[in-house]
């Protein structure tokens, strides 16, 4: 006998309920008010499997309010994924479980993004689209056909990131995107009338996309609503009328339900209230069957599916970009061996954009963009199409002025998988963007953010636009790889390396201003993180540590220095997260006790004194920049070879 | 004689192309293309008077799209502000010009807010007009009646911040907003269809506001489409149909003005065009009497202003706001003498509550407020009536979910004048609001954040939610004070150290669990940013540096030490920045050069090399967190004193 809807999600109630209560911590009202909703989508509509939850063309489910974790974590355990088991459930948010607090795609196979900083799950969301229809273009129908769902509360929806994600959307036409709003009118202050008095469905409208809305207590209503936004060729946006915390009498329709436990006689009550006699973390075994029947709906629709792919003529090309294994053969390596030998003389976005135009072609998946920057930014490869809604092939989009809605699709077309984004702005708008590229280190996205006008080299556009903490700053996100090359060489070779790395992001901070070509390929230096890139010819008293256009004022001041008949290697740093992971060996051969260390970086010093030691000397800017033209800008910060040598020699003395 | 509007206009154009030629740098297509929206604005419409460009009660104007500044500098000039001088305008760009590349309020009179980073000067209006009707309805319509004027492009609309200020803005009916919006369907990487298809005025009107349209280059189109603006009790939205670029006959209408210098041959032809024989920076005598003419509008209406001020009850305490000056006789320190001397063993959220609770009756100016997180936050005070369209006389803003939104509004309140603006979020939640906080610091506004629940010591809610690399990635930003305090005395310390601060922002980290009063008043220890909270009883062998819940750790290492013998001080570290600032033998003391310095902090170990020194040891987190109970966390990240105490005595070794 088949458990029918309401068993389904009052299933989906009592185990939130259980979990938070024994968890003492955690977010029952959002599972509770859409328990019916998710019933719906996972028995009727979702396209998943839950043996194999890295199928290609499943769906991708999104839960973007990502405090209401024990939705997803009973649903993966109710439909039969290996995991979460019960006793995962049961140590919800203990150490060790992956059942954490907020879902986290690097612990449970069917969490499809880390969510919980608001707004963002939305708009990884629409980069899954983006990537969904991408490949789509690229192969065809027959291994890419899926749609996108997301479970979004009012929180996502306030977030500025929503009208990025939102217009972006609508303008590219995601008609396979499907957000679920939980629409409860409440949020942790209260009301949502405390804080906005919105028109949501209208704004929707507005960026072209299609809007229904149901009884999210009703399940046909709900299926109904659902059937209309498959039908309609717009994204679209199923406002689900909905109580938060349904299930719980005393409380529901209360923030009370929001974010914590509802207390043992509150939950004594809800069980009461909705029928539900079984003991915590137990499920009858009518409502555990129609469960698993639902989750094995997937099973033979993979299975056609990867006939399908067995027989398809472009099944190895497919399967190596959705593994996320770069082209065979060393083909970055092989790409860069011919032309960095001639030298590049130009600013190192302008290299960035010579190794674009030898990569991309090379390494398909690669898809780019700026956040309207393109020139600027050097972003665009030759022959890059843009991707546009009448053209899902192209590779280039065109992503306005939406830094952080950019960053947040990024994540999502990286996790979607079969695609390797990148994508400018300034370094100084890292800023905009940072929550994002916070959660591609955590969730393991392979994102390449490109990042150009990256110090006060930028010169005129004066203190908003220079940045000065944010390259510091930005490394101390962990997992992040921070690479800032000195010429067209290590450009090259650090996006190799970003490229390489499937397990986090890396971020290029690039030079407006030329810099001169300073090595002539060869071996792989970058990789270190930091190298000798100059050795002392007089014997050595100094070690110069400097990156990107630094690495040009080191060199002039190891000139100067010899000439005084003062040896001074000059080390060029590109990657300090690599050189951390160097042996102390290597570390100390290269940045040795006995030399004098000084760093030079246009930006704080404070963190390279991890590289100088105590007795060492840092160059660089600790407060905000200046408008001016790039020269005197550089002598009034005092980073010319004329301030900085003779404060090392009398250091020396 | 007096000159028309489009002579007027015309001197604006000039003034920007030849500025951006001389610079060969800028931004000419924006204040050409709304030269004759500006000219009406501020030859009918803008209350201002040039001798006094710090009347409380003028109108204030922001272009949000900062990169044409060169439309304020002309304007500023043109009116007859004493500066920018035509010698400033011809050195646009130039080291020590105040006529910077992007317009900064620290640098002319005149400009309210530094803008460039889009979409935040927008926002900062928001909080401007918030403030506006805030004072309007303390004192009343003789002293505080005044709009709020913005010009924004394309890229201030389409970031996600202008979501969350058109939101904000349009929830508390901010009426007296008006924003001329730069309609000119180009952004940098070329037409606006090639990344959006929103429909703008339907969102905008979806959020409460008015929209009206006019032909941006007609003067008396203008003109209706503001008398329409200033009539209706919604904010308003004014769409300025334009052509960028205006006057420069081969480029007007495209990217190519945007950002860079239109060329010789292009100026000579703009010349032409626009029926401008005069040389670079010169202005006919006729256009200049009629600018000044304008200018001098508002000189008898700031007369009349002065009169009722001089005569008004509320005289002095006006004065006293606008000055930004905190009310007489100490009285932070008083407000604290009594309380802190009963131990407080909360939470410094809590501890920081209490605070208010003392400070906001003391201190009316302060004006509070979070983003959705009031009860975790702990920021409304006993008595705060909430701030709405129906009660602009309340002192807590429900800003919804919108950090960001907020942390502009702030700066646009502080800014103002006459309110010291607080509010909160989470401390991971600083990266959603960094930019903002980044403003703060630079454009000098006392903007009080308030960010609780730092550190894994929030506990469940795991990593998306655990700040890790924010301390010290804050403390770098120039100019903010970042508080870490570890008990309720130091909370009340920083707290009014904050509020002291009238050059720049405070940031107050604030744990979730409880913390042990350690301190019973006295002195005001927490200006000096570290101090010896506990000296070694045997002889001092070891410095323990820690901040916040981490000194609690910090003593029961060196309670642990004692019992072996080994002399620890104990050094709390509430503001860095405050450390720094003090003498070197200050700071030799506190941190002797013969002790085993060791830090304890949970976040990043990178960057406390400067304290402990090379020979020193970190204890921290260098990777994300996990969701766990605290006491597993803690235990789990090595930071107990059972974990610390044998690795600092395997170190003396």
Same mark, same amino acid.
Request: with cysteine; proline share 5%; glycine share 10%.
């Given at each position: #006998? ?8 009052? @299933? ?68 039969? +994924? ?75 929806? #306030? ?19 499907? $957000? ?8 942790? /202050? ?8 919105? /028109? ?18 009703? *399940? ?27 299930? @719980? ?15 043992? =006689? ?56 959705? @593994? ?17 030998? *001639? ?22 998946? #690669?898809?780019?963009?700026? @956040? ?6 050097? *972003? ?69 953010? $490109? ?12 203190? *908003? ?10 490394? #101390? ?68 540590? =400097? ?38 060996? +290597?570390?100390? /051969? ?20 991890? +590289? ?21 800008? +550089? ?19």
């Amino acid at each position: #006998m088949s458990a029918s809807d309401t068993d389904l999600a009052n @299933a989906i109630r009592a185990l939130a309920m259980d979990a938070v209560e024994a968890a003492n911590s955690g977010h029952p009202g959002m599972p509770m008010g859409m328990a019916d909703v998710a019933t719906v989508l996972f028995t009727r509509y979702l396209k998943f499997d839950p043996a194999d939850p890295a199928w290609p063309d499943r769906d991708r489910f999104v839960l973007s309010a990502g405090h209401g974790s024990m939705l997803i974590y009973a649903l993966l355990n109710l439909t039969g +994924y290996a995991r979460p088991t019960m006793d995962d459930i049961r140590r919800f948010r203990k150490l060790g479980s992956p059942c954490a607090g907020h879902p986290e795609n690097f612990e449970l196979a069917g969490v499809e993004a880390t969510t919980g900083p608001l707004g963002q799950g939305f708009a990884m969301a629409v980069g899954m689209a983006v990537a969904e229809r991408h490949l789509n273009a690229v192969f065809d129908d027959s291994l890419v056909d899926h749609n996108t769902w997301v479970i979004s509360g009012d929180g996502c929806l #306030m977030e500025g990131i929503n009208h990025e994600a939102v217009g972006l959307a609508g303008h590219l036409g995601l008609g396979r995107l499907n $957000v679920l709003w939980d629409d409860n009118k409440i949020t942790i /202050d209260g009301a949502t009338s405390l804080s906005t008095s919105e /028109d949501i469905p209208a704004r929707y409208r507005a960026s072209g996309w299609h809007v229904v809305s149901c009884d999210g207590h009703d *399940t046909a209503d709900i299926a109904r609503a659902m059937d209309e936004a498959l039908a309609d060729p717009r994204p679209s946006l199923i406002q689900c009328h909905t109580i938060i915390g349904k299930g @719980a009498p005393n409380k529901q329709g209360t923030s009370a339900t929001h974010g914590a436990a509802l207390g043992a =006689a509150e939950v004594a009550a809800a069980r009461e209230a909705l029928g539900w006699p079984s003991a915590p973390f137990e499920i009858p075994a009518d409502i555990r069957d129609t469960w698993l029947a639902a989750g094995a709906r997937g099973a033979s629709v993979r299975r056609d599916w990867q006939e399908r792919l067995a027989n398809h003529s472009d099944r190895v090309e497919f399967e190596r970009r959705m @593994a996320g294994d770069l082209p065979a053969g060393n083909v970055v390596a092989k790409a860069f061996a011919g032309w960095t030998s *001639t030298p590049q003389n130009v600013a190192s976005r302008k290299s960035s954009e010579l190794a674009l135009d030898v990569l991309t072609p090379l390494v398909p998946e #690669m898809l780019g963009g700026s @956040a309207d920057l393109t020139g600027s930014n050097n *972003t665009k490869a030759k022959g890059q199409q843009p991707l546009t809604r009448a053209d899902y092939a192209g590779r280039y989009v065109y992503y306005g002025i939406r830094e952080f809605g950019m960053s947040a699709a990024m994540n999502g077309m990286a996790l979607h998988g079969g695609v390797i984004p990148y994508g400018g702005t300034f370094l100084v708008f890292s800023d905009y963007a940072r929550p994002a590229i916070r959660l591609s280190a955590l969730q393991h996205a392979r994102v390449i953010y $490109v990042m150009t006008h990256d110090s006060i080299g930028l010169g005129e556009d004066g203190p *908003t636009h220079q940045p000065i903490e944010h390259l510091m700053s930005l490394r #101390m996100i962990p997992n992040l790889d921070v690479y800032r090359p000195c010429d067209a060489v290590e450009t090259a070779e650090c996006w190799a390396l970003a490229l390489e790395k499937k397990t986090g992001p890396g971020l290029l901070a690039l030079s407006r201003q030329n810099l001169q070509q300073l090595r002539t390929g060869g071996e792989m230096l970058s990789a270190k993180g930091g190298y000798r890139l100059r050795e002392a010819n007089a014997a050595r008293r100094v070690v110069l540590i =400097a990156t990107g256009s630094e690495v040009h004022i080191a060199i002039s001041v190891a000139d100067r220095l010899e000439e005084h008949g003062i040896g001074a290697d000059v080390v060029s740093m590109p990657c300090t997260s690599r050189f951390d992971a160097q042996s102390e060996d +290597y570390r100390a /051969d290269v940045l040795p006790d006995g030399a004098l260390r000084v760093s030079i970086e246009a930006g704080v010093t404070w963190g390279w004194e991890r +590289y100088t030691g105590d007795a060492g000397l840092r160059f660089g800017i600790d407060g905000f920049g200046a408008s001016a033209p790039i020269e005197p800008l +550089y002598e009034h910060f005092g980073l010319t070879a004329d301030a900085i040598t003779p404060q090392i020699i009398a250091a020396l003395d």
